[in-house]
């Protein structure tokens, strides 16, 4: 179900919300407007010296079990690069650097039966270490060969999509 049709009431003082338009709820009572925007996430693109790229595995849904790179959902009034840096830490416990953008991408991420609007911003970045753990919502990760990532399943079509223009630019 896509969030404009899951709030009811509104956040400020509880009365009803109404659908203003496509991306718009306004309340009755108040005339409080609510709109629905894109997610802002980042994932970050990390090739090592030999070429290969590190994916991870998710531990759950939305894509439980598939392909991703690393990162996620930017918090509020967090800088790109901060965000990027704080994934590749929580996600693999190793220090992580930003690097470029690759590409702006719009997807749909399912959460709790709400189909939010997302936009995801693929960077590439590097780390310090190939020492890693697989952590917090991660199971587990691979180094793969730049040729053989594609035919791996992502979770994301924005990811697949932010890989292959990485691969095109990089050529
Ligand atoms: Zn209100």
């Known amino acids: 179900m896509d969030p404009i049709n899951v709030y009811k009431f509104c956040p400020k003082c509880g009365g ?3 659908v203003k338009k496509e991306n718009l709820l306004v309340c009755r009572k108040c005339g409080f407007k609510f709109y629905i925007s894109a997610l802002p996430c980042n994932a970050a693109i990390i090739e090592n010296e030999r070429g290969e ?4 595995k998710r531990k759950l849904d939305p ?6 790179l690393p990162g996620g959902f930017l918090d509020g009034g967090e800088s790109l690069e901060d965000s ?3 994934e590749i830490k929580e996600e693999l416990q190793v220090e992580g650097k930003m690097g470029k953008i690759i ?8 959460f709790q039966g709400i189909n939010y609007p997302i936009l995801t911003t693929v960077v590439s970045a590097s ?6 753990h697989a952590s917090d919502d991660i199971e587990s990760f691979s180094f793969v060969p730049k040729e053989e990532v594609l035919g ?4 994301f079509a924005s990811i697949t999509k932010g890989i292959s223009d990485y691969l095109l630019l990089k050529v």
């Open 16 to 18: 009803a919300l109404e």
């Open 84 to 86: 990027v840096k704080r």
């Open 63 to 68: 894509g439980k079990g598939f392909w991703d």
């Open 53 to 56: 790229i590190l994916l991870v």
């Open 103 to 110: 590409g702006i991408y719009e997807d749909k991420y399912l």
């Open 152 to 155: 791996r399943r992502f979770a």
């Open 127 to 132: 780390i310090t270490s190939e020492k890693l």
